[in-house]
């Protein structure tokens, strides 16, 4: 009787309404709204926490307020918006950062919520978790989670304000903007599809059958020539983006590559973290000298390391005369260690003018492990076929030039 008297009062009580009006409305569409591409159970289980403490954070230190509300209401809204786009683990950290201050700014205060508030918001959590799953189960409800977490947070925290609200909503409204500008440039540089830093693509025609298969990293013997020769059994030929720094050391494998008729990329020369920032971006010509010397063309396509990529970037790329290609399938093949697992992952995810990223190599590292893809390479292949899919060169699959009249 007691608890039922308690959640009797939370029903009562302003806040707790109006949580659960807001909730009601927002949540659901962020539970849809996408999650990294290449997030995992341990992604979600970190940005949980993280995404709460946010929010939790910004509550503390704003006052409730009109301008608090819009301002939270612009920011979830990003939040959301980014989610949609967000494509490796750094983004959803980024994301949630955002969402979390969001709901910590539409946040109402609750003193005491009590359990019945609680067990409210952990139902709500549940609930987005699973409607998340059941629309795309890649993360188990990344997005609605970190949501759902925060509000949790934010409801059981105690909200008094800070000594100086005025001054205090200033210094975090300051903060907050130029974090979302960081969120803007962080998620529109790393994701795959995103052109808002310049012109790529991540994918041929729709309306072909044929589908484009890719390797970075290399060159990496053996596992090169091993991968090279699955394809050429099954007819056909791939592509091959490879770094500057490992040609220099095996320059006879990427010949190999070229005899064979397989295509060859530009994709850098150190597979750096931070080389892209470089708004001159050397690299690009660097590993186009270096692929002069070795096979005596210059390629005509350039993926960037991690797929990272500047409005500079771009415009290098462009000027050169190239054109900057990412992917729509991946199937984090670098850490995958059960070849049927990435098999099937990438087989589920495949499509009509597909661009399917594989790794022959890891970082330009000569000696890096490929077995896993090597065994996995002959049942991609069975499954494309079974799926009516024709294996083709990138430059076959864009209808481009495979190689520059002038390097």
């Known amino acids: 009787m007691k608890r039922i008297a308690e959640l009797g009062d939370a029903l009562r009580d302003g ?15 962020l539970a849809i709204a996408g999650a ?49 786009y967000a494509s490796y683990p750094g983004s959803g950290y980024v994301t949630a950062n955002v969402v979390g201050a969001g709901v910590g700014l539409l946040a109402p205060p609750m003193k005491r919520p009590g359990r019945p508030a609680f067990a409210a918001l952990a139902s ?54 130029v974090y979302m500008a960081f969120a803007v440039f962080w998620v529109g540089s790393t994701a795959p599809s995103v052109q808002w830093f310049g012109a790529l693509t991540s994918h041929g025609p729709r309306s072909s059958n044929m589908v484009a298969l890719t390797f970075d990293d290399g060159p990496n013997p053996p596992y090169t020539e091993q991968i090279a020769g699955i394809l050429e059994n ?42 892209y920032l470089d708004p001159r971006y050397p690299e690009l010509a660097q590993t186009q ?47 995958e260690t059960d070849p ?24 330009g590292n000569i000696g890096a492990d490929r077995s896993v893809l090597v065994q996995a390479l002959p049942k991609i292949m069975d499954g494309l ?7 083709v060169r990138l430059d076959v699959l864009l209808g481009i030039q495979p190689t520059l009249k002038v390097c």
């Not at 806040?15 to 569409?29: D, F, N, Q, Y």
């Not at 396509?301 to 409005?311: E, K, S």
């Not at 290098?316 to 190239?322: E, L, N, P, S």
Request: aromatic share 8%.
């Open 234 to 275: 099954y007819g056909v030929r791939g592509t091959f983006f490879e770094v500057g720094k490992a040609i220099v050391q095996a320059p006879g494998t990427t010949q190999r590559l070229v005899q064979a008729g397989h295509l060859v990329g530009n994709h850098s020369y150190s597979h750096g973290n931070l080389t």
């Open 124 to 177: 709500v959590a549940l609930g987005l978790g699973a409607l998340r799953w059941a629309v795309s189960a890649d993360a188990a409800g990344l997005a609605s989670c970190a949501v759902a977490a925060a509000l949790t947070a934010v409801g059981l925290g105690d909200t008094r304000l800070p000594k100086h609200p005025g001054l205090m909503a200033s210094v975090v409204g300051s903060i907050l903007v």
């Open 15 to 29: 806040a707790t309404l109006r949580w659960a009006a807001w909730a009601i409305v927002l949540l659901p569409g």
């Open 289 to 335: 000298q270096v692929l002069k010397d070795a096979t005596g063309f210059c390629p005509a396509v350039f993926r960037p390391p991690h797929g990272t990529h500047t409005p500079f970037m771009s415009q290098v790329v462009t000027d050169a005369g190239m054109r900057l290609v990412t992917w729509d399938v991946s199937a984090t093949d670098w850490s």
């Open 36 to 84: 990294p591409i290449n997030s995992t159970p341990l992604l979600v289980v970190a940005v949980v926490p993280w995404a709460a403490l946010t929010a939790y954070g910004v509550r503390r230190l704003v006052p409730d307020s009109g301008p608090a509300l819009v301002f939270g209401l612009a920011t979830l809204a990003l939040g959301a918006w980014l989610l949609r």
């Open 385 to 391: 076929k079974a799926k009516g899919y024709d294996v």
């Open 340 to 363: 049927d697992a990435l098999a099937r992952n990438i087989l589920a995810k495949v499509k009509p003018g597909s661009i399917i990223l594989l790794h022959d190599g890891l970082d």
